[in-house]
């Protein structure tokens, strides 16, 4: 079993900064893809940006030159650093890995989500 865990939301005013955490643990053999979506309200959720284990990365239109992704590959950790946030960051901000278990499965696993608020 894999799990994982986010931290960092909470609420900032427009123009604020905020950096989310997310740790992968468990029966991980490695991990490949890591990374955020979102979902805002009434909204489906979308990506943010994503992360491989190479270093090739992926970031929304709507975050890019705002927001960093980064990662600590041998914590198994991924970092998303926010900055110049606006009220249109508002979401629940999930954490995803694509995770090859010690017993040799490939699955896609998801954090329980963490509240980002932005104010006007």
């Known amino acids: 079993q894999v799990q994982l865990v986010e931290s960092g939301g909470g609420l900032v005013q427009a123009g604020g900064s905020l950096r989310l955490s997310c740790a992968a643990s468990g029966s991980i053999f490695s991990v490949n893809v890591m990374g955020w979506y979102r979902q805002g309200p009434g909204k489906q959720r979308e990506l943010v940006a994503i992360?491989?284990?190479?270093?090739?990365?992926n970031y929304a239109d709507s975050v890019k030159g705002r927001f960093t992704i980064s990662r600590d590959n041998a914590k198994n950790t991924v970092y998303l650093q926010m900055s110049s946030l606006k009220p249109e960051d508002t979401a629940v901000y999930y954490c995803n890995a694509h995770v090859q278990t010690t017993d040799s499965l490939y699955n896609v696993y998801w954090g329980q989500g963490t509240q980002v608020t932005v104010s006007t």
């Open positions: 992360k491989a284990n190479g270093g090739s990365t």
